[in-house]
């Protein structure tokens, strides 16, 4: 038994860490029903977290007078406007191979050498308000986990076809590769906002081309 040690009334390998636990029959079947107990817990908040979610959207809707309020996913868009978005662009001299500066060590010493410059630029993007089904009161962490865990089929709606969350340098790459590619429309920067007046969060969209906003996703005007 050189190779076991004994730990209680059983002998266990010397390689197992002394912390191991080690369970009689009765200690698994234990466990093993609290863990199901647990699971069954779970289950049961999540139904009920998504029953309360749903009487949430609907009680929105009908505040609103969105018709049919059971069907309705409760996201409008207010407005929706182009927006200048400025961001840095490159400015090469002329006849340099940019591809031998394409690391940002490279390009640093293009910068030194005064091969590159960087100058202000803009592009004509898209603005656009939606407003959310969920309460301003609500805090930003749950909203924005609930809203951006619902995006995928909203977004499609508005003909999105990409979400790339993109800022300073990355810009001039996201709209030159729009120019190239026009039928994209790209999500790449979003800002929440709780709107205590209308008593709703409500989040700006910024698109690289306007939205498709149907009649489902319109305020009731009636």
């Given at each position: 038994?050189?190779?076991?040690?004994?730990?209680?009334?059983?002998y266990?390998p010397?390689?197992?860490?002394a912390?191991?636990?080690?369970?009689?029959?009765?200690e698994?079947?234990?466990?093993?029903?609290?863990?199901?107990?647990?699971?069954?817990?779970?289950?049961?908040?999540?139904?009920?977290?998504?029953?309360l979610?749903?009487?949430?959207?609907?009680?929105?809707?009908?505040?609103?007078?969105?018709?049919?309020?059971?069907k309705?996913?409760?996201?409008?868009?207010?407005?929706?406007?182009?927006?200048?978005?400025?961001?840095?662009?490159?400015?090469?001299?002329?006849?340099?191979?940019?591809?031998?500066?394409?690391?940002?060590?490279?390009?640093?010493?293009?910068?030194?050498?005064g091969?590159?410059?960087?100058?202000p630029?803009?592009?004509?993007t898209?603005?656009?308000?939606?407003?959310t089904?969920?309460?301003?009161?609500?805090?930003?962490?749950?909203?924005r986990?609930?809203?951006?865990?619902?995006?995928?089929?909203?977004?499609?709606?508005?003909?999105?076809?990409?979400?790339?969350?993109t800022?300073?340098?990355?810009?001039?790459?996201?709209?030159?590769?729009?120019?190239?590619?026009?039928f994209?429309?790209?999500?790449?920067?979003w800002?929440?906002?709780a709107n205590?007046?209308?008593?709703?969060?409500?989040?700006e969209?910024?698109?690289?081309s306007?939205?498709?906003?149907?009649?489902?996703?319109?305020?009731?005007v009636?």
């Amino acid at each position: 038994m050189e190779w076991c040690r004994k730990q209680g009334s059983v002998y266990v390998p010397m390689d197992v860490p002394a912390d191991f636990i080690i369970l009689s029959r009765e200690e698994y079947e234990e466990q093993k029903a609290a863990l199901r107990d647990v699971a069954s817990q779970m289950v049961n908040e999540q139904n009920l977290n998504c029953n309360l979610l749903r009487i949430m959207r609907e009680r929105a809707n009908a505040r609103r007078h969105l018709r049919p309020k059971k069907k309705r996913d409760g996201y409008i868009v207010l407005a929706s406007r182009p927006w200048r978005e400025k961001y840095m662009a490159d400015n090469w001299l002329p006849d340099v191979k940019r591809e031998h500066y394409e690391t940002p060590e490279k390009r640093q010493n293009a910068i030194c050498q005064g091969l590159l410059t960087r100058k202000p630029a803009v592009a004509v993007t898209w603005r656009t308000l939606l407003q959310t089904p969920y309460d301003a009161s609500l805090p930003f962490s749950s909203v924005r986990y609930q809203v951006e865990g619902e995006w995928e089929k909203v977004l499609l709606d508005f003909s999105v076809t990409a979400i790339e969350p993109t800022e300073g340098n990355d810009l001039e790459r996201l709209f030159t590769e729009s120019k190239d590619k026009s039928f994209q429309c790209v999500l790449y920067k979003w800002i929440y906002k709780a709107n205590f007046r209308s008593g709703f969060w409500e989040v700006e969209l910024f698109s690289t081309s306007d939205l498709t906003v149907t009649e489902a996703h319109r305020p009731d005007v009636t």
